[in-house]
């Protein structure tokens, strides 16, 4: 199994010129707890997460000081689509990182995050039931 098997090809992105308010907005949705951030072409430039919005308030600044461009990790790690997903699984435990943007020539098409690889190889117990 490769990156593409399992990727999400829905994905959310940030612009350098995001500002922190409306990233932190974003991220409080529940749906993400980070983001990669992209330029004008869709070349992943950084990923900005939760962690980066709370140094933020740390060091005193409002989030509507910084841009995602100011506070986002760069020289993200991403992978190809043919990458195999023990790859991934290894890049994500070494670097303890949730997700990883998956790019086709630097250009972001998806992403895996840890509940993607989960997902692909386990087969829920469970069912809902509605009783009336």
Do not use: W
Not at 8 to 35: P, Q, W
Not at 53 to 74: C, H, N, W, Y
């Amino acid at each position: 199994m490769v990156a593409k098997d399992i990727m999400n090809k829905i994905v959310t992105a940030a612009k350098r010129k995001t500002i922190g308010r409306d990233l932190a907005v974003k991220l409080l949705s529940g749906m993400y707890s980070g983001l990669p951030v992209v330029d004008d072409d869709g070349k992943v430039v950084g990923v900005v997460s939760e962690f980066d919005l709370l140094k933020v308030i740390r060091t005193g600044k409002s989030l509507e000081q910084v841009t995602a461009g100011d506070i986002m990790s760069k020289n993200p790690i991403c992978v190809s689509e043919n990458t195999p997903v023990e790859e991934v699984i290894d890049l994500m435990t070494k670097h303890n990182i949730i997700r990883v943007p998956v790019v086709r020539n630097d250009t972001l098409v998806g992403v895996i995050s840890r509940c993607d690889i989960l997902s692909s190889v386990v087969e829920p117990e469970f069912v809902t039931i509605y009783a009336d």
